[in-house]
């Protein structure tokens, strides 16, 4: 298996490219706004993109999402209940910053993502992504579980020492904890966690040390 990520965009966000083997099919998660840096990761081992999974609807994770897809003709994938922030990158730019950056039209979204479900398994590259809705950094967010990989994509639910922030527009810490508690800490203590900022850790570590672990205990 070929795993590799690189640190794009101003949030340093982790674009994950995952592969059988070099010179054959890879998935991409998540899609920062700089489809250049992305493309180096394909070459990097020759590899050809066969579908982009997205954790959810942010612009440091969906930005580049459309530029991936016009460049590459994968389809790209994405919750519908965040459906509504995907469509305005732009805007989700302006309500951060203040402004709009040049290249601006570089952020358009797909035409049409393909709709993600909750206990959806999706087969790509060779590979079942197990598709788990983990609403409260918003209210579509996903975690990508490769089961036979031992790995989880976690997107901004779950960081090493650390959760997604709630106190964006749509964000709820009750619902964080209760997907954290139902769908992500149910997973195996040696699954490797990967995560959309930050580096790699375990589900084990987090359940034994995260400083939030004791939101996560059973009521």
Request: charged letters at 20%; a negative charge.
């Amino acid at each position: 298996m070929i795993l590799t990520s690189a640190e794009l965009w101003a949030a340093a966000t982790n674009c994950y490219v995952i592969a059988p083997e070099r010179g054959g099919p890879a998935v991409i998660v998540d899609a920062p706004p700089d489809v250049d840096a992305i493309v180096r990761l394909l070459k990097e081992y020759d590899l050809v993109p066969v579908g982009l999974l997205v954790t959810h609807g942010h612009v440091d994770h969906a930005g580049g999402a459309g530029s991936v897809v016009r460049q590459t003709g994968v389809s790209a994938f994405l919750h519908p209940d965040d459906g509504f922030l995907a469509s305005d990158p732009v805007g989700q730019i302006r309500s951060l910053f203040g402004f709009v950056p040049p290249g601006a039209e570089e952020f358009e979204p797909p035409e049409r993502y393909r709709d993600l479900a909750h206990g959806q398994r999706i087969e790509l590259a060779g590979f079942e992504f197990e598709v788990r809705q983990t609403p409260g950094h918003t209210p579509g967010h996903c975690v990508f579980v490769v089961e036979e990989e031992g790995l989880v994509f976690s997107g901004d639910q779950l960081f090493a020492g650390s959760v997604g922030r709630t106190d964006f527009p749509y964000g709820s810490w009750d619902d964080l904890v209760t997907s954290m508690r139902t769908q992500v800490m149910t997973l195996p203590d040696d699954m490797r966690v990967l995560p959309g900022h930050g580096p790699e850790t375990t589900i084990g570590r987090e359940r034994a040390a995260n400083p939030f672990r004791l939101e996560w205990l059973p009521t």
